[in-house]
T-cell receptor, first 113, second 115 residues
């Protein structure tokens, strides 16, 4: 089955810890995206990558980092610099750009204890 | 800059009644417009997409949306609501001609179906 997987589904973090969220796709898509979802705020773009070894900051990149070493993988690290990391994180991919349909993973819910 | 406004964060309709979810956009160039649906604790799924072809776009699950440039609107409708339509719906816009590769989402509308 083709699709996007995210792991883990639930993640708990202590304050001051870095955590990494996994996103893998087997759709052969070039572009990948990370969004943060908070109640009543919709989805906000954290980082995106249109090609391997290249990525751009989105609207709320502070306190986050990413890498794109392989076409199928786009992990997101939530660093201790992110002051309010509790949220639902969604990964997406598309063929080339945001004009193409984005396909979403099932999400990771991060809670800071 | 592109933006999307979804009027009504919560909408309730009776089963079998018309569903109307409102979306207005702001864009300095002809936009691409999308409607996505999200079920609880899941990712988003594309309902339909407007890319400057026909102004009336038909999507999955009986939904459709009409692009009205004069009103800068892209409202989502379904003639007869079903219990399975209960979910959160997001409108989104992108500006391909500006080379803007980002998709901007509205804040969402939660649809409740009353039996």
């Amino acid at each position: 089955d083709g699709g996007i997987t995210q792991s883990p589904k639930y993640l708990f973090r202590k304050e001051g810890q870095n955590v990494t969220l996994s996103c893998e796709q087997n759709l052969n898509h070039d572009a990948m995206y990370w969004y943060r979802q908070d109640p009543g705020q919709g989805l906000r773009l954290i980082y995106y990558s249109q090609i391997v070894n290249d990525f751009q900051k989105g609207d709320i990149a502070e306190g986050y980092s990413v890498s794109r070493e392989k076409k199928e993988s786009f992990p997101l690290t939530v660093t201790s610099a992110q002051k309010n990391p509790t949220a639902f994180y969604l990964c997406a991919s598309s063929w080339a750009s945001a004009t193409d349909t984005q396909y979403f993973g099932p999400g990771t819910r991060l809670t800071v204890l | 800059a592109q933006s999307v406004t979804q009027l009504g964060s919560h909408v309730s309709v009776s089963e079998g009644a018309l569903v109307l979810l409102r979306c207005n956009y702001s864009s300095s160039v002809p936009p691409y417009l999308f409607w996505y649906v999200q079920y609880p604790n899941q990712g988003l799924q594309l309902l339909l997409k407007y890319t400057s072809a026909a102004t009336l776009v038909k999507g999955i699950n009986g939904f459709e949306a009409e692009f009205k440039k004069s009103e800068t609107s892209f409202h989502l409708t379904k003639p007869s609501a079903h219990m399975s339509d209960a979910a959160e719906y997001f409108c989104a816009v992108s500006e391909p001609l500006r080379g803007n590769e980002k998709l901007t989402f509205g804040t969402g509308t939660r649809l409740t179906i009353i039996p």
